[in-house]
């Protein structure tokens, strides 16, 4: 495509400082102007016709904005739209991908069409400004490379999330994170936090969702959770379309339909963006494909009808978390072991067991058995590990299991204060077949590794079947409370970058310190039984117990 130069400097303007080329500040207008889109067959000019909802995610201004989205909503597209025309207007872009293998598909199925598209935007990206090296027909210059592209007199910097060393070495003052649930969660916190020297500070976090209360969904309930709300032109009702109000097969599998008189609703209207907290600085926007102009109702009732379509159909259809079935316990299945008891703040006699999990509390579990049976004492929090001394005591624990880390020091020197009795717990990989395999630490101190999913899989089949009862007074204050944390891990499945299909718990936003209080007391529980009846303490070839059924026999024998 040719390039008009001299048109091209007859656009050259200065304004504020940070950009020489002459771009509407509106970025909705930018697009309209120089973006295209992928159509049937060729690319076409972007436009907000049958896309209304993309409109209020453009012109907001705020700081942070999050997008819980579905699939082929168009947003991805919109939001590389807003970093380029942020990128000629104001300053750097840092556009994070899940892994480096998405930037090479990304820019060359999304980015180089879109600039080979515009002449504007042919000319400057990859140029700082018009030299007389492009009048002699040079193209680009170095900065216009795969990971990296310069486009006006500013940098947006292409990164994956995987690589900690990578998101050291740029600064910016937009951060894009695209396909956020995908990213190393661990490293998100890293990439922010390259913006923290700009006056802008923007950060645009786009994905589709996964599960309750992980990564996009977690950050869409921080923010003001805004939904998109159209009118009916029948019975001038507003909604924002949901599957269960607006989708009725047996009425129309042919239009969605207004919640209130059952009629048809334009989903493609321009509606209007509602938040559901206005106090909150984060603007949070979840959007589905009910509000898509290239999606049936047809194809969306198919789809749902098959069973193996479950998770997807939440996920990238309606762009909402999805929680499978037995992938974490219920409250239901919590409370059926309620026992008749209250908190046993004295006990009648020692042999007891305790688990210690780590948070911004330290939170424990003490338990005893009672026949085959186990009895959960007390559970609660604690601000210092002193206070855990007074417990050991106390209860007379026989063995603790305790949360490594994040405060190594402390928990090792209370191990050390209580040596033999205290076993300091680890989360590494381990194989399948490995429940817990106990060591000893530099310092002398007792260690157990933990097969992480497997043992958490035992502890949730022990609350299934009722083999752990809780005091009746047991915490339900919430978040913060003993029923809703060991509700929160999710079980889920997973994929190794081989393609190998695995399940692991998700570390989400959820607290889940109790759940794994619990877990560390029933691994307390093992080694004392394993000492006690079978002696696998002493013995090399054991450590700890390589198979369940073995497991199953030491906690039959209580």
């Known amino acids: 495509m040719e390039v008009d130069t001299l048109g091209l400097v007859g656009e ?7 950009s020489i080329y002459k771009v509407p500040e509106d970025p909705l207008k930018f697009l309209n102007d120089n973006w295209s889109v992928k159509g049937k067959i060729d690319r076409m000019q972007y436009s907000l016709d049958g896309h209304w909802y993309q409109e209020g995610i453009l012109k907001d201004t705020a700081n942070e904005i999050v997008v819980m989205k579905s699939g082929q909503m168009g947003i991805s597209e919109i939001m590389l739209g807003l970093a380029t025309h942020f990128a000629i207007t ?4 840092v556009y994070l991908f899940p892994t480096s293998t998405h930037i090479g598909e990304f820019v060359q199925g999304r980015f180089n069409p879109v600039i080979d598209y515009s002449d504007f935007l042919d000319s400057i990206v990859g140029k700082g400004e018009i030299s007389s090296d492009m009048r002699k027909g040079r193209k680009k210059d170095a900065a216009d490379k795969v990971s990296i592209k310069k486009i006006g007199n500013h940098f947006m910097y292409l990164r994956g999330s995987q690589n900690a ?19 190393v969660q661990d490293n998100i916190p890293l990439a ?40 009916c032109e029948h019975c001038g009702e507003w909604q924002a379309l949901t ?48 509000y898509s102009s290239a999606i049936s109702v047809k194809f969306l009732i198919d789809f749902q009808k098959n069973p193996k379509n479950e998770e997807e159909f939440y996920k990238s259809k309606l762009g909402l978390p999805y929680t499978p079935k037995g992938g974490s316990l219920n409250r239901d299945e919590v409370f059926a072991c309620m026992g008749d008891y209250s908190t046993l703040y004295s006990p009648d006699e020692g042999g007891c067991t305790m688990g210690v999990d780590i948070g911004r509390k330290i939170n424990y579990q003490i338990s005893r058995f009672f026949g085959n049976k186990k009895k959960v004492l007390r559970a609660d929090t604690v601000d210092e590990f002193g206070e855990l001394d007074t417990l050991m005591k106390k209860y007379d624990i026989s063995v603790a299991v305790v949360d490594a880390n994040p405060e190594y020091k402390s928990a090792r020197d209370f191990a050390l204060r209580f040596k033999g009795r205290v076993y300091l717990a680890y989360y590494p990989n381990m194989k399948d077949s490995d429940y817990y395999v106990i060591g000893e630490g530099k310092h002398s101190e007792l260690t157990v590794n933990i097969n992480r999913t497997l043992s ?17 007074d047991i915490r339900d204050d919430g978040r913060d409370g003993y029923i809703e944390q060991v509700m929160a891990p999710c079980k889920v499945k997973q994929f190794d970058k081989k393609g190998n299909q695995f399940y692991t718990y998700l570390e989400g936003a959820k607290a889940d310190h109790f759940a794994h209080a619990a877990n560390y007391d029933e691994v307390a529980s093992a080694i004392l039984g394993s000492k006690e009846y079978k002696k696998y303490y002493f013995d090399e070839n054991f450590k700890g117990g390589k198979v369940m059924s073995k497991l199953k026999e030491i906690f039959d024998r209580f």
């Open 12 to 18: 050259l303007v200065e304004n504020d400082g940070s």
């Open 90 to 93: 104001k300053g750097n872009v």
């Open 165 to 183: 060393r990578q998101l050291k070495s740029v600064d910016g003052d937009l951060i894009v994170l695209d396909e956020y649930d995908e990213m």
């Open 192 to 231: 922010k936090s390259r913006i923290d020297h700009s006056p802008y500070k923007w950060i645009r976090s786009l994905s589709t969702p996964t599960y309750p209360e992980y990564g996009i969904h977690s950050a869409f309930l921080a923010g003001d959770q805004r939904y998109y709300f159209i009118k």
């Open 243 to 290: 599957w269960e109000d607006n989708i009725n097969p047996d009425i129309s599998i042919e239009h969605r339909l207004c919640r209130k008189c059952r009629k048809p609703i334009d989903h493609t209207q321009r509606g209007e963006w509602v938040p559901t907290f206005r106090d909150r600085d984060v603007h949070s926007y979840h959007i589905s494909q009910l």
């Open 456 to 472: 958490l899989d035992y502890t949730f089949d022990r609350f299934r079947s009722r083999e752990i009862i809780l005091p009746r």
